[in-house]
């Protein structure tokens, strides 16, 4: 949904739970925490 792919996985609102998150407008420090060592 944004140019972070993290913010995408971080919303699995459209994945098929349908419930958001547990985290509310957290987009500012969701970029905070290192990404994923692929």
Do not use: E, Y
Request: no cysteine; proline share 24%; glycine share 6%.
């Amino acid at each position: 949904m944004s140019d972070f792919p993290a913010l995408d996985r971080a919303n699995p609102t459209t994945s098929g739970t349908g419930t958001p998150i547990p985290v509310p407008v957290t987009h500012s420090t969701d970029h905070i925490p290192p990404p994923d060592p692929r």
